[in-house]
């Protein structure tokens, strides 16, 4: 009981202190890092419903980030459509996507389920580089110019700083974490998790395992279709790679993955290693700070390449960061804190 | 009809490369039941090897496949050794992601060195062909390619069917537990596996480099068609990976050839989930119980 009341109070003092960032916070900077932050924080969550909690490993999660981010900057820089409203079609048509996707990956299993998966994200991404009348081909779509967004005649926000960024994107966060939440917490997330744990026992037990598999998945790609709708309006681009290639569907996982698969705050702890670490790679930290700690000279021939490559070799990191989890922490940083904890109870005792 | 032989001939030629990558993918899933998601990547590495010999040795792509070859299969051996066989036992997903993993460190890696320029190998003969007749004109650099192809893919069939070690590696990918209550050393057996599955990418990328671009992303086209041509041709099967190379290889450049060179892949990708769902023990796998 008194942890549980704990826990609601750290959450409630957290959301506060996240509600007033932008009021102390005036730099775009660490207000963009908050937001991609954000993003992967429901990127890795949505995907966690799916792969962790249900136990389906797909690795083509970009054609719902995709798809989402398509539809909503088509509407918008064809049909002038305001983006609040775009988002809506792009659920829907993920929806549509997502069983028509289900209906033939599902009747497959393990390897031959994760290849599958990758197959349609593929079909979709070239797809959506020859479809170029619909889709502007590979040159992508640029769009830039938000409407104001208004409630009765009166301007709430004109999309003109990051600020009304940060905050829509705190509330997906909240409600995506939510969700899972609920998820985790009902008749359903038990389900899937029966399903994850054991297939043919699950179904003996009078699981209907395509039926819940499938609402794992509409539920997972709807949440992952906001993402991506969020990221096309946010960043004002998309193009084939950036959300319909295959980096994007391992990027999502790996946020599950070095976090922990199929726990509540497992996508949360990856995001904030994935997306510091990366962002610090990628704008030359690094190299920067091997060079004030004196460990490479700026001018020297190391210092140079550093700062010449290491910027681009950020997915570098990812891949070693993969090798360590998986053969280190098999369970993610999750589980890796779980399992010190039990250690040092067992010590205690 | 000149059209047709035309595409019928560049597919198969094609294919025979295809096979190359999908033999050595099958091997590693038949002995070791695990998804090599690096395959391409190491492909990659293969034809960056290529590119090193020619620029600074000056040997000929198709001459130094006796150096690649062999430096591969150390490659592919110390992989299995230091990382695959960590994991042989761990949940499906896990050894994909290792792999994934190591894809992403290699192609990354030769980035960092190479950067991510477009590098051509020129030969003399790139671009040179020989007519055949009929209209039909044959590329030289895929013929040779083809040729040596099919002599290593001879060579494999010989040395699986007939030598002790050959054996050995079958009844490891038929029966893991029994072929070690008969003595045979799986682990060595899975080092050879990997080796020669990497060996065989290797070469493969070796082969294509004086008739591709070469840059470090461009491994991933090849690892998802080494999944299509394996899954097609039956999971593990040697045989299959064979036929559906091959027939990976004129399905491609007929669709380039009748509907568009745009689509060609998607075309390959919904043959691919259309044998998923008909027929997922592939050609000549064996339905699994």
Known sequence: MNKSILKAVVILLLLSGLLAIPRYVESPYALHMMILLFLSVMMGQSWNILGGYAGQHSVGHAA??????????????????????????????????????????????????????????????????NLTTLTNGAEGILATELPAFKIGGTIVTDFLTKVPFYYIGLFLVVLTIGITYLVQHSKLGYFFQAIREDQDAAHSLGISISFYKNIALVISAVLTSLAGSFYGIYVGFVDPPTVLGLDVSVQIMLICIIGGMGTLWGPVLGSLVLVPLSEALRSNMITEGLVKIGLVNADSKIGLFLKENLSHAHVLLYGILVVVVILFMPDGLMGFIKQMATRRKQEAV | MAVFMQSLISGILIGGVYALIGIGL????????????????????????????????????????????????????????????????????????????????????????????????????????????GGVSVSTPLLISFLITAAITAALYWFLLKTDTGQAIRATAQDRDAAQLMGINVKRMSIIAFGLGSALAGTAGALISPTYYIFPQVGGVFTLKAFVITVLGGMGSVVGATLGGILIGITESMSAVYISSGWKDVVVFVLFLLVLLFKPSGLMGKSRT
């Open chain 1, 64 to 129: 719902y980030f995709g798809v989402g981010a398509y539809t909503t900057m088509m509407l918008m820089h064809t049909k002038q459509i305001a983006p609040w409203i775009g988002v809506w079609a792009g659920m829907a048509l993920v929806i549509v996507v997502a069983l028509a996707i289900g209906s033939i990956c599902f009747r497959l299993r393990g390897p031959y389920f994760v290849l599958a998966s990758i197959a349609v994200a593929e079909i979709l991404r070239l797809s959506a580089i």
């Open chain 2, 26 to 133: 099958t091997l590693i899933f038949g002995v070791m039941r695990v998804i090599n998601f690096a395959h391409g990547d190491i492909l990659m590495v293969g034809m960056y090897l290529t590119y090193i010999i020619f620029t600074m040795l000056g040997i000929d792509p198709f001459v130094s496949v006796l150096i690649t070859f062999p430096l591969m299969f150390l490659f592919g051996g110390f992989l299995q050794k230091v990382f695959i066989n960590r994991v042989l036992n761990a949940l499906a997903q896990n050894q994909i992601l290792l792999t994934i993993g190591l894809g992403l460190i290699m192609s990354n890696t030769v980035m960092l060195i190479f950067t991510s320029d477009y590098k051509i190998l020129t030969t003399s003969y790139s671009s040179a062909s020989i007519q055949v007749g």
